[in-house]
């Protein structure tokens, strides 16, 4: 299976700041397909990104994917205040689907 | 509004059996893949087990919980179960009920219940 990496572990940012976070798969992740979700604290995980640069439904647009083959980012261009979280990479281009470990974006 | 709901979670000793329901609603619950994911305690994602749309209920397990976990669903009803046999203390998580956009089984995930935490625990 694909295995996803994600880097860094936590990433401690001010709010306004830009948030960049990596995520480095073990193959090459078939047709791009590869998704962000992220996760506040006692709440669902919720996606942001689909085939690694589509937002979904009413994901503001300050929320960006790039990437392909192997490695892939999410960009949060500006941080607000409700987007420090917990976010996932997965990928679904290979079964089983895999997720990654996790980067915890968190107030500096 | 499309709603997944999830029901049926508890305490269970080691070797002991669960049944976990989710009821689907906004949407045409048999047009879609569906999907278990789980979350242990302070923990990653990990997908669990999927089901295919319509009425040719091919499904997949995770190697994890192949031959202990079968997944299925009710398209009458709007429903899948997960009936979870043989529990372990490492199937302690919460579950979520995810529904799957592209019809793959594989993801992403574009709708998920709210989870339902099941222990195992003696």
């Known amino acids: 299976e694909i295995v996803l990496t994600q880097s860094p572990g936590t990433l401690s940012l001010s709010p306004g700041e830009r948030a960049t976070l990596s995520c480095r798969a073990s193959q090459i992740v078939s047709s791009s397909y590869l998704a962000w979700y992220h996760q506040k604290p006692g709440q669902v995980p919720r996606l942001l990104i689909y085939d690694a640069s589509s937002r979904a439904t009413g994901i503001p647009d300050r929320f960006s994917g790039s990437g392909s083959g192997t490695d892939f980012t999410l960009t949060i261009s500006r941080l607000e205040p409700e987007d420090f979280a917990v976010y996932y990479c997965?990928?679904?281009?290979?079964?089983?689907?895999?997720f990654g470990q996790g980067t915890k974006v968190e107030i500096k | 509004q499309v709603q997944l709901v999830e029901s049926g979670g508890g305490l269970v000793k080691p070797g002991g059996s669960l049944r976990l329901s989710c009821a689907a609603s906004g949407f045409t619950f048999s047009n879609y893949y569906m999907s278990w994911v789980r979350q242990a305690p302070g923990k990653g994602l990990e997908w669990v087990s999927y089901i295919s749309s319509g009425s040719t209920n091919y499904m997949s397990h995770a190697d994890s919980v192949k031959g202990r976990f079968t997944i299925s669903r009710d398209n009458a009803k709007n429903s899948l179960f997960l009936q979870m046999n043989s529990l372990r203390v490492e199937d302690t998580a919460v579950y979520y009920c995810?529904?799957?956009?592209?019809?793959?089984?594989?993801?992403?995930?574009?709708?998920w219940g709210q989870g339902i935490l099941v222990t195992v625990s003696s």
């Open positions: 997965q990928q679904y281009g290979s079964s089983p689907g895999t």
């Open positions: 995810a529904r799957d956009r592209y019809g793959s089984g594989k993801g992403p995930f574009d709708c």
